[in-house]
């Protein structure tokens, strides 16, 4: 019994080690260029991420499986509904689920209507290519690139982004 317990805690431990906190290296990204990274919408079309320069491009990296994600995803879409009807900026929601999840986020994407957002999604898991180039160990995480494609804010806490957006847009 007591070999099944710790078996349990060791296995839950290693299925949440990306449910966790933002890297120190991530975070030093803030008042860099955004690194270039091809987008993959959710049905296969790949995009690079300068073609975004010249709008505000918030992104928030996130999973299904992690339940802090989970909570995040939606605080992020009401967010994005906010902004809505401005003309400049978008909002992207990098999944970096497995390939074989990919039913599951397309039906958390519907339970929980989240269509202000686009969704992008390699299949790659933690080996996602927008993942690593913002140095990405752990979900979720945002991100808020500028208009010139300087990054303004990296964080793991949804109210460092909603605090910048209030202050910059007053709203």
Wanted: glycine share 6%.
């Amino acid at each position: 019994m007591k070999i099944k317990v710790v078996s349990l805690i060791i296995a839950s431990m290693f299925c949440l080690s990306g449910c966790g906190v933002l890297t120190l290296q991530a975070k030093e990204m803030t008042g860099q260029p955004a690194p270039e990274a091809r987008l993959m919408l959710l049905d296969g079309t790949e995009f690079p991420l300068s073609s975004l320069q010249g709008k505000y491009t918030a992104i928030v990296f996130w999973a299904t499986w992690c339940p802090k994600s989970r909570k995040l995803i939606v605080r992020y879409e009401e967010l994005a509904r906010r902004y809505s009807q401005r003309g400049d900026i978008e909002f992207y929601a990098v999944s970096v689920d497995k390939n074989e999840d990919f039913g599951k986020l397309k039906d958390r994407i519907k339970s929980q209507d989240l269509k202000t957002m686009t969704h992008i999604f390699s299949g790659n898991d933690s080996q996602d290519d927008v993942f690593l180039s913002f140095k990405g160990n752990s979900v979720p995480y945002l991100v808020l690139i500028d208009p010139k494609g300087t990054i303004r804010v990296v964080d793991d806490s949804f109210d460092t982004l909603d605090d910048y957006m209030k202050l910059e847009f007053g709203y």
